[in-house]
């Protein structure tokens, strides 16, 4: 699943091709169309798909940003503003092409599920391979609740000192550590790929409870954290599996991992271990992390 690195990565790419043009009008899949009359939300979420594509039409593109790992897409249409959530799932891609012919990869162009046709030329697609992305058209932020949830970026003054505070409320005192930084509610965009480098780097077992971590222990791994984090971003991000950066443009930062992924420890030597931490597969040194 793409994290903090790649999703700045695509917003970075997107920024410069998108800001400031005019959507012409939107398709959405065959697939997304049949999910929702069958009760279900594919890619699109609360929304219907004519609406959606509808209300998308002669919206300009004014602003881009990234938000833990979402990605919003700032809209407006006749003076009013809207917002354009995208989480990218596990093989949520876009891309920037004059035609959809142009998408090299042929994963990506066959699972094609929403094609912005841009008024000055060209397309905006989002393809999804695993369709676990998701795109929500909102009149605001706050009109879907998690996004008002989300912890401060990782880069903010303040991200540390609300981490360490976070950490020490009963429903994270005792939850193991590597489960607790990837909540999106102590720490913003960590995912399992970062938060697996940076307890290697602090030599933290991923299974210690969080009340077992002192405060200055807990400051050197967010630091690890935020380090690994940018690292990543200048790297282009770590493509694994089907992760891609806009027009299908790769990042180098898988071949830098120290431990994700790993069968011997770099360090020691030692067999790397496995177990499962929220839902996740942690993969640690059981010489060198306590």
Known sequence: MPELPEVEGVVQALKPEVEGRTIKQVQLSEIIRFS???GKQCIVKQAEPDAFEMALSQM??????????YIFFHLMK???SYVLVSHLGMTGAWFIVNTPDEINEEK??????ATFQMADGGYLIYS???RFGELRFLTKIEDH???????PEPFDEIACD????KSMLPKYEKKAVKEVIMDGQVISGCGNIYATEALFAQKIHPARKMNRISEKRKRALFEAIVDVLRQSIDAGGSTISDYRNINGEAGSMQNRLQMYGKKLCPVCGTGTSQMTI???TSVYCPNCQH
Not at 162 to 165: D, G, K, P, R, T
């Open 36 to 38: 929702y009359d069958e």
């Open 60 to 69: 300009t593109i004014t602003k881009i940003e990234r938000r833990a790992k």
């Open 78 to 80: 006749e003076d009013v």
């Open 108 to 113: 990506f162009k066959k699972h094609i599920h």
């Open 128 to 130: 999804d391979i695993r």
């Open 145 to 151: 609740a998690p996004l008002t949830k989300m912890a």
């Open 162 to 165: 609300y981490f360490i505070a």
């Open 278 to 280: 929220g839902g996740r």
